[in-house]
């Protein structure tokens, strides 16, 4: 017997079309289709969506929503629908079919792929909350690949401490080896992270030209910066505690989640079963 399914669709995504939905339906055959009407809705919807499984049909931002709402022991199932997917494409290329997997949590909330403090969630900020609230749409990987750039060229002094390791720059912190992708191209930053395991650490203590140039070839090869001098790293952590010098953006999944003066990442061991479409 065929389990029993709701579906939670973003009609606004850039790849959700009435046309694409009409379809994911047939093919699914949910008990009840619920469509997202503001920030934050799918995840009021994910709490009493009925059902073994809930689908997402959607970008990463309401996919980290239905997380955050979803029910123990229902099953996760992805519908890629956004601009770039990235814990879909992470999930695709890692391995396929159903499967456990572990989260993170930033201050109690979840996430799939990644989380961070520095310049990914000053981009995330700027790119994604301000811009896009202007243009009404999302920006190109391109344009936050050059937003990165930019903010990365100007220099970051260190301005946290990491859980008494030392003081850094930038805090990134992920669930598996995929940080995000840029294009086609997936940016690696730990390559021994796995989303069956728990979280891994990759903050630079310093962040100039002369660090870029060295961290540049190492993540050009796919090599990440786990092990590159003049980074704190960890491997499968089940928590990292983050003080900032003030307040600095933090976000998940690339949400952003407002400023924090302080972050403690937590693993979620064996959290749920997941599942991608396609």
Same mark, same amino acid.
């Given at each position: 017997?065929?389990?029993?399914?709701?579906?939670?669709?973003?009609?606004?995504a850039?790849?959700?079309?009435?046309?694409?939905?009409?379809?994911?339906?047939?093919?699914?055959?949910?008990?009840?289709?619920?469509?997202?009407?503001?920030?934050?809705?799918?995840?009021?919807?994910?709490?009493?969506?009925?059902?073994?499984?809930?689908?997402?049909?959607?970008?990463?931002?309401?996919?980290?929503?239905?997380?955050?709402?979803?029910?123990?022991?229902?099953?996760l199932?992805?519908?890629?629908?956004?601009?770039?997917?990235?814990?879909?494409?992470?999930?695709?290329?890692?391995?396929?079919?159903?499967?456990?997997?572990?989260?993170?949590r930033?201050n109690?909330?979840?996430?799939?792929?990644?989380?961070?403090?520095g310049?990914?969630?000053?981009?995330?900020?700027?790119?994604?909350?301000?811009?896009?609230?202007?243009?009404?749409?999302?920006?190109?990987?391109?344009?936050?690949? &050059?937003?990165? !750039? #930019? @903010?990365? +060229?100007? %220099?970051?002094?260190?301005? *946290?401490?990491?859980?008494?390791?030392? =003081?850094?720059?930038?805090?990134?912190?992920?669930?598996?080896?995929?940080?995000?992708?840029?294009?086609?191209?997936?940016?690696?930053?730990?390559?021994?992270?796995?989303?069956?395991?728990?979280?891994?650490?990759?903050?630079?203590?310093?962040?100039?030209?002369?660090?870029?140039?060295?961290?540049?070839? &190492?993540?050009? !090869? #796919? @090599?990440? +910066?786990? %092990?590159?001098?003049?980074? *704190?790293?960890?491997?499968?952590?089940? =928590?990292?505690?983050?003080?900032?010098?003030?307040?600095l953006?933090?976000?998940?999944?690339?949400?952003?989640?407002?400023?924090?003066?302080?972050?403690?990442?937590?693993?979620?061991?064996?959290?749920?079963?997941?599942?991608?479409?396609?």
């Amino acid at each position: 017997m065929s389990p029993t399914r709701t579906l939670i669709a973003n009609p606004f995504a850039s790849r959700v079309s009435e046309e694409r939905l009409r379809a994911v339906e047939q093919d699914l055959r949910p008990v009840e289709t619920l469509l997202t009407e503001r920030r934050g809705h799918a995840t009021e919807l994910a709490r009493d969506a009925a059902g073994e499984e809930v689908w997402v049909l959607g970008g990463d931002g309401v996919v980290n929503e239905v997380l955050n709402g979803l029910r123990p022991d229902v099953t996760l199932g992805i519908v890629p629908g956004g601009h770039t997917n990235v814990l879909a494409r992470a999930l695709r290329r890692s391995g396929a079919g159903a499967r456990r997997i572990s989260l993170g949590r930033v201050n109690g909330r979840r996430f799939g792929f990644a989380a961070g403090i520095g310049v990914d969630s000053e981009a995330v900020r700027e790119m994604e909350t301000e811009q896009r609230a202007r243009a009404g749409r999302r920006p190109s990987d391109l344009a936050y690949a &050059r937003t990165v !750039a #930019g @903010r990365l +060229l100007h %220099g970051y002094s260190p301005r *946290l401490d990491v859980g008494g390791s030392g =003081r850094a720059s930038i805090v990134l912190v992920s669930n598996d080896c995929v940080f995000t992708y840029a294009g086609p191209r997936p940016l690696i930053l730990s390559p021994d992270a796995r989303f069956e395991l728990g979280l891994d650490l990759v903050a630079p203590e310093r962040v100039d030209l002369k660090a870029l140039t060295r961290f540049a070839p &190492r993540l050009a !090869a #796919g @090599r990440g +910066l786990a %092990g590159a001098r003049g980074v *704190l790293a960890g491997h499968d952590l089940d =928590r990292i505690e983050v003080a900032c010098d003030g307040p600095l953006p933090l976000q998940a999944d690339g949400e952003d989640l407002g400023d924090v003066r302080e972050a403690v990442f937590e693993a979620e061991r064996d959290a749920l079963t997941v599942l991608v479409h396609g």
